[in-house]
């Protein structure tokens, strides 16, 4: 298998490389990034006024099987996916059963080879059932396929059992993802704790539910000198932590959604169940720390949070719905639009957190660069083409997205994962 990609603009940040190149790949991995390849006899894309990136990374997806299947399969996530211009997920453990065991990683990992059009790897839980009580085999699972471990939804409120598993995952050398959250304090909330939620007289979830645990798990990664990955940072509080955790050299890094950075409290005066999700989006001041943290590069990647779930679950009134938001069609051209046309960041600093800082993270050896030896695992940009979000168009089993007709600038235009384009779906070169 052989293909050629003539004339993009190659964003690379691993080398720093911006300029008009070709690539040529063959089984699966790149063979060469020149400024001409000529006589390569094999099919061509030509990727004229495209930009061509490392394939970008999601380090936070519910696929939502086994045991969910109505909202999302293996099958079903890795189509939106590629349509939402990634080449690798990585699948939350809550599922049903729990992945914390041997058999559901490595169901998950099968299943995906036999199943899905992009890489789909498996993080799995720190507690047995997500109970924050006991510590699953973290070493079995590691062995298994799994790639972090994390009780996202939940996570861990007992600070011994987080301990417990920063030791151990200093020890194997994993990392650990958390879902920050003092429980005691968010319990009962539906909403960002404010103005807003008073207006509307819903129960709220404050800040300091967040920073509380965002500073636990600095001192507790401080103190076993093991890696620990902020999920879905929200707040100003916990952004000054990671930031000051960085300065001090400790082993934390951050993630944030789109859906924190292009939305605030005030977006729910509508009710909109579909704007219903954990962590809430917060105040437009947490906004903007937010917009500053990616800038300086105190949060490292960019992560959608999709979280699919059906109509029934969420239209039944906005205090009743689960949370959650199906976002992997809409979050690349949602970042593009907000952040990149309007020179927010660059768009270097775009592809470094969604592709080459999630490989680091994750320690993803081959995905994150374009360069000779690399895998043939591409996202393919334009930058000038408006769309309309239409939720009926999503490939996702769910529709819950709250960005239903909005316009945006910049789509991702092809997916290639191993040197096969997956997206668009059907697609067939022409030699």
Same mark, same amino acid.
Request: proline share 5%; glycine share 8%.
């Given at each position: 298998?052989?293909?050629?990609?003539?004339?993009?603009?190659?964003?690379?940040?691993?080398?720093?490389?911006?300029?008009?190149? %070709?690539?040529?790949?063959?089984?699966?991995?790149?063979?060469?990034?020149?400024?001409?390849?000529?006589?390569?006899?094999?099919?061509?894309? %030509?990727?004229?006024?495209?930009?061509?990136?490392?394939?970008?990374? %999601?380090?936070?997806?519910?696929?939502?099987?086994?045991?969910?299947?109505?909202?999302?399969?293996?099958?079903?996530?890795?189509?939106?996916?590629?349509?939402?211009?990634?080449?690798?997920?990585?699948?939350?453990?809550?599922?049903?059963?729990?992945?914390?065991?041997?058999?559901?990683?490595?169901?998950?990992?099968?299943?995906?080879?036999?199943?899905?059009?992009?890489?789909?790897?498996?993080?799995?839980?720190?507690?047995?059932?997500?109970?924050?009580?006991?510590?699953?085999?973290?070493?079995?699972?590691?062995?298994?396929?799994?790639?972090?471990?994390?009780?996202?939804?939940?996570?861990?409120?007992?600070?011994?059992?987080?301990?417990?598993?920063?030791?151990?995952?200093?020890r194997l050398n994993a990392l650990v993802i958390d879902h920050c959250e003092d429980s005691s304090l968010s319990q009962g909330g539906v909403?960002?704790?404010?103005?807003?939620?008073?207006?509307?007289?819903?129960?709220?979830?404050?800040?300091?539910?967040?920073?509380?645990?965002?500073?636990?798990?600095?001192?507790?990664?401080?103190?076993?000198?093991?890696?620990?990955?902020?999920?879905?940072?929200?707040?100003?509080?916990? #952004?000054?932590?990671?930031?000051?955790?960085?300065?001090?050299?400790?082993? #934390?890094?951050?993630?944030?959604?789109?859906?924190?950075?292009?939305?605030?409290?005030? @977006?729910?005066e509508k009710r909109d169940p579909n704007l219903k999700v954990n962590p809430p989006v917060r105040s437009a001041e947490d906004v903007r @720390?937010?917009?500053?943290?990616?800038?300086?590069?105190?949060?490292?990647?960019?992560?959608? %949070?999709?979280?699919?779930?059906?109509?029934?679950?969420?239209?039944?009134?906005?205090?009743?719905?689960?949370?959650?938001?199906?976002?992997?069609?809409?979050?690349?051209?949602?970042?593009?639009?907000?952040?990149?046309?309007?020179?927010?960041?660059?768009?270097?600093?775009?592809?470094?957190?969604?592709?080459?800082?999630? @490989?680091?993270?994750?320690?993803?050896?081959?995905?994150?660069?374009?360069?000779?030896?690399a895998d043939a695992d591409l996202t393919i940009l334009n930058l000038h083409q408006e769309v309309t979000v239409d939720v009926r168009s999503?490939?996702?089993?769910?529709?819950?997205?709250?960005?239903?007709?909005?316009?945006?600038?910049?789509?991702?235009?092809?997916?290639?994962?191993?040197?096969?384009?997956?997206?668009?779906?059907?697609?067939?070169?022409?030699?």
């Open positions: 298998m052989r293909l050629l990609i003539k004339n993009g603009r190659v964003i690379d940040p691993a080398s720093g490389t911006d300029e008009t190149l %070709d690539i040529l790949i063959a089984d699966g991995k790149i063979v060469s990034v020149e400024a001409r390849i000529e006589g390569a006899d094999a099919p061509t894309i %030509d990727a004229s006024r495209l930009v061509v990136a490392p394939g970008f990374i %999601d380090m936070h997806t519910h696929v939502r099987e086994p045991g969910h299947e109505k909202k999302e399969d293996i099958s079903s996530a890795s189509r939106a996916a590629a349509k939402g211009g990634f080449t690798t997920i990585c699948a939350m453990p809550n599922t049903n059963p729990v992945n914390d065991s041997r058999r559901v990683t490595e169901y998950i990992i099968a299943e995906s080879r036999k199943r899905a059009i992009i890489n789909i790897l498996p993080i799995a839980a720190i507690t047995k059932g997500l109970d924050g009580e006991e510590l699953t085999d973290m070493a079995d699972l590691a062995a298994a396929g799994a790639v972090a471990f994390s009780d996202d939804g939940r996570g861990v409120q007992n600070s011994r059992i987080m301990k417990q598993a920063l030791d151990q995952a200093k909403m960002n704790e404010g103005p807003t939620s008073f207006l509307l007289g819903l129960p709220g979830m404050p800040a300091a539910a967040e920073d509380i645990m965002v500073s636990r798990d600095i001192i507790l990664a401080g103190a076993a000198g093991a890696r620990v990955h902020i999920a879905h940072l929200s707040t100003r509080g916990a #952004v000054d932590l990671v930031r000051e955790a960085k300065r001090r050299k400790i082993q #934390v890094t951050a993630e944030v959604t789109p859906h924190h950075l292009v939305l605030s409290e005030s @977006a729910l @720390a937010l917009h500053e943290a990616i800038k300086e590069g105190v949060v490292d990647a960019f992560a959608t %949070d999709h979280a699919p779930h059906s109509p029934e679950q969420k239209e039944v009134g906005f205090a009743q719905a689960l949370f959650g938001i199906d976002g992997l069609e809409t979050a690349v051209s949602l970042l593009l639009d907000r952040l990149v046309s309007r020179q927010v960041i660059p768009l270097m600093r775009l592809v470094e957190m969604f592709s080459t800082r999630p @490989a680091q993270i994750l320690g993803l050896r081959g995905k994150g660069r374009i360069s000779s030896g999503l490939v996702s089993k769910s529709r819950n997205n709250p960005f239903d007709g909005w316009k945006l600038k910049g789509v991702p235009q092809m997916t290639i994962r191993g040197g096969r384009v997956v997206y668009p779906f059907n697609y067939s070169t022409q030699t």
